[in-house]
Nanobody, 122 residues
Framework: VQLQACGVGLVQAGGSLRLSCAASGLTFSSYAMGWFRQAPGKEREFVQAITWNGDRTYYADSVKGRFTISRDNAKNTVYLQMNSLKPEDTAVYYC????????????????WGQGTMVTVSS
């Protein structure tokens, strides 16, 4: 299983960025997908998640109204659209796949991507 996350890494505060995560080696449409992030010196934290068919999404309060998760099962890809970025959004962003329903829990995910660094300058 491979989850390959990518996206432009540096953006100014107030700007926008879209991350994508392409999955292979699994039946993508059977998995819920999530995004987590880890800032330097901090624990990995939940950002957003989407169910296998996209009918429900979950988000952390810190990104409410600014970030949007979506997926395209035909392309085996999940996206994270990030708007109104803040310096505190600076972190390594990870995509992950889950067969369960613990969407906001780190331990609820079965597979993880390698992470992509996002830096928001002030």
């Amino acid at each position: 299983v491979q989850l390959q996350a990518c996206g432009v890494g540096l953006v100014q505060a107030g700007g926008s960025l879209r991350l994508s995560c392409a999955a292979s080696g699994l039946t993508f449409s059977s998995y819920a997908m999530g995004w987590f992030r880890q800032a330097p010196g901090k624990e990995r934290e939940f950002v957003q998640a989407i169910t296998w068919n996209g009918d429900r999404t979950y988000y952390a309060d810190s990104v409410k109204g600014r970030f949007t998760i979506s997926r395209d099962n035909a392309k085996n890809t999940v996206y994270l659209q990030m708007n109104s970025l803040k310096p505190e959004d600076t972190a390594v962003y990870y995509c992950a796949a889950s067969r369960g329903s613990r969407y906001t829990a780190y331990r609820g995910y079965d597979y993880w991507g390698q992470g992509t660094m996002v830096t928001v300058s002030s």
